[in-house]
């Protein structure tokens, strides 16, 4: 199987991370580009386990939701403030060349 994993950016996260990304040929979304901007994190998590998307988020919420279930297909968590949008990229592109889809489901990565 072939298949990668592809992120979804919240609306939190700097879009010259998804702008990053993208360069490298990896497939991400972002809410405002989905039409998601200020929706609740129900619609948010909906979202990605529709698409099956790992969601990159900075929000605590979804450490909560990530602890709750595992019924959804990853969540990338970073504090805010607490890394350069250079250490982000990195870590999400090590994600994207280490896991697949499959071995991301119901995980919860720290970066």
């Known amino acids: 199987m072939n298949e990668r994993i592809r992120f979804h950016l919240d609306e939190q996260v700097d879009p010259e991370i998804a702008h990053q990304l993208r360069r490298r040929g990896i497939d991400v979304t972002t809410t405002v580009e989905v039409g998601l901007r200020t929706q609740s994190d129900e619609s948010q998590l909906q979202f990605i386990c529709q698409e099956k998307r790992v ?55 720290f970066l």
């Open 55 to 109: 969601i990159v988020t900075h929000d605590e919420d979804f450490l909560a939701i990530g602890s709750s279930t595992s019924e959804h297909p990853g969540i990338a968590y970073c504090k805010q403030r607490t890394r350069s949008i250079g250490q982000i990229i990195e870590s999400l592109v090590l994600i994207y060349e280490v896991y697949t889809p499959e071995e991301m489901i119901g995980r919860v990565e």
